[in-house]
């Protein structure tokens, strides 16, 4: 008995000792959660006491789990929008910090999904498989990180890709009053991307749902949304959350740039972006700058831009081009934010009313536009048969702007005026129909050696949904050598020409 009661007094005082060890490695200073207090809610912003560790975007949470993101940080209290419809947060709440800026997932698992702009799924799916989660604001490459904008962004879009070439990196805005077909010609570069290794990234800032619905839809119809993410932030979300939508879209896009892939992303657009800055700067008592956009709307938009790059070898050579879409009001190019816009892209698509009025289709304005980097990536054969038309074009147009005003006698100007009115047939297209490069060749070559001098627009119309499967049948090795991008001899350039003059024979003469 004796021996059973030693045993346990040792395993006692070994329980002991073991105890007193722990003991001493707890920490036991006083450590709080902070909480904060919800001191007003207004217009999806809340004002908060008490959190005085918080940092500027850092994401916090109310009692509820609701979401909301630092924006103003003042000596004693902080403004945070609200990322949640603002129905649960009510003064008195208390709220704490996350200790993080807002993060949002990564990874492939959102390829084909529609999510919020904190990526949770708006889709009725499931939820999103994330591989990694990521701040919305990250620092843009620098320029050693940079490497030149050298392979092109091709969008199928003829006036564009002959004209305005894109290239992987670029930051090329799309620009245009209400309704001239802005966010079409960036749906069909989205389109086109269905036969190349392109992510995209729609964002959808401020539209009414039902528009955001018809762009998703027309990516279904005719591209491969399986390789596209949506992040809709429409105009009935919290502000908070279609401030964050251009920020997060950024980030999900970027992650394929540092895999070494290729993404574009399209903001449709930053027009209301700017606006929804505003209004919360506004509403979180920032003074307001020029025509009321707080001045750091500039350095926003710049920061954000700046992400767009094509990254050097060392870093796997990847790609983000962006395509940011502006409104303007009445074809005024400057404005504040239109200025600031065109100042931070390398090159705009300018879209006009009066053209769309004339029912030129996309009414792009090609005497405005411009792209200033893309054209050292434009192919070989494109650049070769599009040398002399914007030209021609801007001369027919001049022309045609005085003959119409009396100015000139119509029939010494006979030859340019026609071959104007042809080279305006050509760059002529109905949305949601990409040309490949090659039958933009085809069509260009035909055009120069005179081919289409007889049809009527109306005839060059019909006749360009027969120019693929003509050359694929007659010219298939031209198709690939374009493709492969090649430069075209001189007879090569001629043959082409001569498929779609066959096809011309062939009833639409
Ligand atoms: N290339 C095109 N061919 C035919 N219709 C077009 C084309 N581009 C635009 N549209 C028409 O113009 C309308 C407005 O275009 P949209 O892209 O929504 O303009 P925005 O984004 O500038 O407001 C579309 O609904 C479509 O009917
Ligand atoms: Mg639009």
């Not at 100015?407 to 010494?412: A, K, L, W």
């Not at 042809?422 to 002529?428: G, K, Y």
């Amino acid at each position: 008995m004796t021996g059973d009661a030693h045993a346990s007094q040792d395993l006692g005082e070994r329980w002991l000792e073991h105890g007193r060890e722990r003991l001493k490695s707890v920490d036991l200073a006083p450590r709080a959660e902070t909480f904060g207090l919800v001191e007003e809610v207004a217009d999806g912003i809340a004002r908060i006491s008490g959190l005085p560790d918080v940092r500027l975007n850092e994401q916090l949470r109310f009692e509820g789990g609701e979401m909301g993101l630092a924006l103003t940080l003042d000596a004693d209290s902080i403004s945070a929008v609200l990322l949640d419809e603002a129905t649960g947060v009510e003064a008195g709440m208390r709220v704490s910090g996350t200790g993080e800026v807002v993060r949002v997932p990564v990874g492939n698992g959102l390829l084909g999904r529609v999510v919020d702009p904190l990526g949770r799924p708006v889709d009725g799916g499931p939820p999103i498989v994330e591989t990694d989660r990521l701040p919305v604001e990250r620092p843009a490459p620098a320029i050693i990180e940079r490497d030149l904008v050298s392979q092109p962004v091709e969008t199928g879009v003829l006036v564009v890709d002959s004209l305005f070439a894109l290239g992987r990196g670029q930051r090329e805005l799309i620009i245009g009053d209400r309704a001239t077909g802005k966010t079409s010609i960036a749906l069909d570069a989205i389109i086109n991307q269905k036969h190349s290794d392109m992510i995209c990234v729609y964002v959808a800032v401020g539209q009414r749902a039902t528009a955001i619905e018809r762009a998703i839809e027309a990516v279904k119809a005719h591209g491969a949304p399986e390789r596209c993410i949506f992040v809709a932030a429409s105009a009935a979300e919290a502000p908070g959350l279609q401030w964050l939508a251009p920020f997060a879209g950024f980030t999900m896009a970027e992650y394929f740039r540092d895999k070494g892939q290729h993404a574009l992303i399209v903001i449709d657009d930053l027009t209301r972006h700017a606006a929804t800055h505003r209004e919360l700067a506004l509403l979180t008592r920032e003074p307001p700058g020029r025509e009321a956009y707080p001045g750091d709307i500039f350095y926003l938009h710049a920061r954000l831009l700046e992400r767009a790059a094509r990254l050097a070898p060392e870093l796997g050579s990847g790609s983000l081009t962006a395509l940011p879409i502006a409104e303007t009001d009445a074809g005024n190019l400057s404005a504040y934010i239109p200025t600031n816009l065109i100042s931070i892209t390398d090159g705009q698509i300018v879209l006009d009313t009066r053209l769309f009025a004339a029912n030129q289709r996309p009414a792009v304005d090609v005497g405005l536009s411009v792209s200033r980097v893309g054209g050292k990536a434009q192919k070989p054969a494109l650049r070769q048969v599009s040398g002399r038309i914007r030209l021609d074009y801007a001369q027919f147009l001049e022309l045609e702007m005085f003959t119409r005003l009396g100015g000139v006698s119509d029939t010494r100007f006979k030859d340019t005026l026609t071959r104007g009115e042809r080279i305006r047939a050509v760059l002529s297209q109905p949305r949601f129909t990409p040309l490949r490069q090659a039958d933009q060749v085809a069509l260009l070559a035909a055009l120069n050696t005179g081919v289409l001098d007889t049809l009527t627009p109306e005839a060059i119309a019909a006749l360009r949904p027969r120019i693929a499967p003509a050359l694929d049948d007659a010219a298939s090795d031209l198709v690939a050598a374009i493709e492969a991008g090649e430069k075209l001899e001189f007879a090569a350039q001629t043959r082409l020409a001569d498929v779609v003059r066959t096809l011309v024979e062939s009833g639409h003469g």
